[in-house]
């Protein structure tokens, strides 16, 4: 059986969480794209601090399970060496358990340099994005001649060569595009190469070839999304969105699989809806129930600490991702993070210029402008962290269950009540 977990809001679904309860059963878990954009977060019991990874697959606290980094990310190496170390330090020695495409492309400071003067000249027209360098690193892979990939980490004679050329337009471009003239140094740059090549050296492999072998003797995979699939780069909210394909239609190109090879495509969403940086953002609650609910959920990012933007469910754009996606199944996480409140509201339409929209819209602006038409339902007081089934639910919060699985037309079949492992309600 192999498994596709993918976000279907703006991010911070709690994919890891998934990712790392369904790992107990994997074979391999596979991370596919994205980069150190990505940080998910994993509490295996109450009394262990949480384990927050950006690029690490979420199955790399399983003593026996694979973890490939494939074609599709844009591969930080510091990054990736200081969550190893940051494993090592609690004890966690991964062993030859991490493999890395020698086809993903690396992240360079030169690009986290490019994502914040661009962000900087940008002003209050700016994405928000993370300052990881993610959209320059993506834009090097496909503009190719300025472009470095982990593989080039094998060859850095000819690293060096590639690097000279490409430090000498980058200093041009920074000069021209932003008067920053602080050239960057090849020298260092390589010294950062060659500490990264020493490191990574050994798990540098074709994941490709690993994953059609482990396809063939019919292995448990386990594919891990990043992002959410209306930050998709095609396919969401843009300009608002990353510059990857991280709806579930990326999993091919980015893993070197046809998706056909999935069975179950489980599509992550909270009960509610949570989005940090900007774009629109049509059921925000930039109000008394935001902030009750990002108290609540403790909706401060991962990855960069803000705040997280917060409202009610969206099932228009929840819909649309879905299908977008070819979802099967739902996890329905944070359920808990509901209670105190005592009516809930679900987007169920959405109207533009007092019309009604048929379809999710393509562009942000006309998002910006629909009014939302709401269903109420009836909220709850009870505190649902101890739940260990369906039925020690309160009605108020099986019906919303129920409800969004009616307006949804798919089965919610797993359900977080907290953020533990335990905290997980299987249907
Ligand atoms: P990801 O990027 O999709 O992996 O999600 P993040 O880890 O960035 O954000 C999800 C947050 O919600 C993390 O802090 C999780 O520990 C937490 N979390 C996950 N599921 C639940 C849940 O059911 N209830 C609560 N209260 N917290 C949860
Ligand atoms: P996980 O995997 C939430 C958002 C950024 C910004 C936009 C572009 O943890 O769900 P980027 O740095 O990618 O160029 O930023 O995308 N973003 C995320 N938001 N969760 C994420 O990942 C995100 N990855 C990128 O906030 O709005
Ligand atoms: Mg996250």
Excluded at 32 to 58: C, K, M, Q, T, W
Excluded at 286 to 312: A, F
Excluded at 364 to 379: K, N, Q, S
Aim: charged share 25%.
């Amino acid at each position: 059986m192999n498994t596709c977990v993918v976000g279907l809001q703006w991010g911070d679904e709690g994919k890891g969480k998934i990712v790392d309860i369904f790992s107990g059963t994997a074979d391999i878990v596979v991370r596919y794209s994205g980069g150190a954009n990505a940080g998910h977060s994993v509490v295996r019991s109450a009394d262990e601090e949480v384990f927050a990874l950006h690029l690490l697959p979420s199955g790399i606290l399983r003593e026996n399970t694979l973890c490939l980094i494939t074609n599709g990310v844009v591969l930080d190496a510091e990054i990736i060496l200081s969550e190893l170390a940051g494993l090592a330090k609690r004890g966690i020695d991964v062993g030859g358990n991490l493999k890395i495409s020698g086809r993903a492309h690396l992240v360079m400071e030169y690009h986290k340099k490019q994502d914040r003067l661009s962000e900087e000249a940008l002003g209050a027209k700016k994405i928000g994005t993370t300052i990881r360098g993610i959209g320059p690193c993506y834009s090097d892979k496909v503009i190719r001649s300025t472009a470095l990939r982990v593989a080039d980490l094998l060859h850095l004679d000819r690293l060096r060569e590639r690097l000279e050329r490409i430090v000498e337009q980058k200093n041009r471009y920074f000069a021209a595009l932003y008067n920053d003239n602080e050239p960057l140094s090849v020298d260092v740059l390589f010294s950062q190469c060659e500490k990264w090549a020493e490191a990574l050296k050994d798990k540098i492999v074709d994941t490709t070839a690993i994953l059609h072998r482990a396809w063939k003797e019919k292995k448990s995979i386990l594919f891990e999304g990043a992002q959410g699939s209306l930050l998709d780069l095609d396919h969401g909210t843009f300009p608002f969105v990353t510059s990857s394909n991280c709806c579930a239609l990326g999993l091919g190109p980015a893993a070197g699989v046809p998706t056909t090879i999935v069975d179950r495509f489980v599509g992550v969403v909270k009960a509610y809806t949570s989005r940090v940086g900007a774009g629109p953002f049509p059921t925000e609650q930039d109000n008394e129930t935001g902030q009750y609910i990002r108290d609540k959920g403790h909706e401060y990012g991962t990855t960069t600490g803000r705040p997280r933007r917060c409202g009610w469910f969206d099932a228009v754009a929840v819909d649309y991702s879905a299908r977008i996606g070819g979802i099967t199944e739902l996890a329905l996480l944070h359920l808990d993070t509901f209670s105190g409140l005592k009516e809930l509201q679900i987007c169920t339409a959405y109207k533009y210029k007092g019309e009604k929209l048929d379809f999710f819209p393509a562009e942000a602006d006309v998002l910006d402008e629909v009014e939302c038409v709401y269903e109420t339902m009836p909220g709850f007081d009870e505190d649902l962290t101890g739940a260990t089934s369906f039925d020690d639910l309160p009605s108020a919060a099986q019906n919303y269950i129920k409800r969004l699985e009616e307006i949804l037309s798919l089965p919610i079949k797993t359900v977080g009540v907290g953020p533990g492992r335990e905290q997980t309600l299987n249907r």
